[in-house]
């Protein structure tokens, strides 16, 4: 399987978390986002950089991991009322706790908060099987000017 990150160029080289608390993750839990296309990728680091610094150099990396690798799930229906919301961090933290803190899975594959029916992929770099997880590939990456203009 394949998935997608954009990242600073100069943190391309390799799959490294940082531990800031997200929408799936508590302080100090070192996983790393994903997303299901390229599109959706780009369309995520726009909104959490609140369009700030998107003229700078990036990189696509193309993520892979075997299909056989065991992915958790949440679902839509697993989530509470208005999970989307920024200010809802809290609310969705605990779930990605859970799956982080268990050892059934090293994915865990979310909904996307910003394009209904797309999902995003989680990694949880301290699970044994993240040895699997490989970078496939580096492509050069420029957010559309246009794209800067609305943000």
Known sequence: MEVYRI??????????????????????????????????????????????GLADHFKVLRITFPDDLAIEELTLAELPADW??????????????????????AVLRVPSSIIAHEVNYVFNTRHPDFAQVRIAGREDFAFDPRIKELS
Do not use: D
Not at 84 to 105: F, H, I, K, S
């Open 84 to 105: 989307q919301r920024p200010e809802n961090y809290a609310r969705c933290q605990p779930l990605g706790a859970a799956w982080y803190e268990g050892t059934r899975a």
């Open 7 to 52: 990242c600073l160029a100069k943190y391309a080289g390799a799959l490294v978390a940082s531990g800031y608390p997200a929408r799936w993750n508590r302080r100090g839990q070192l996983v790393i986002y994903t997303a299901g296309s390229r599109a959706l990728a780009c369309l995520e680091n726009v909104v959490h950089r609140s369009g700030e």
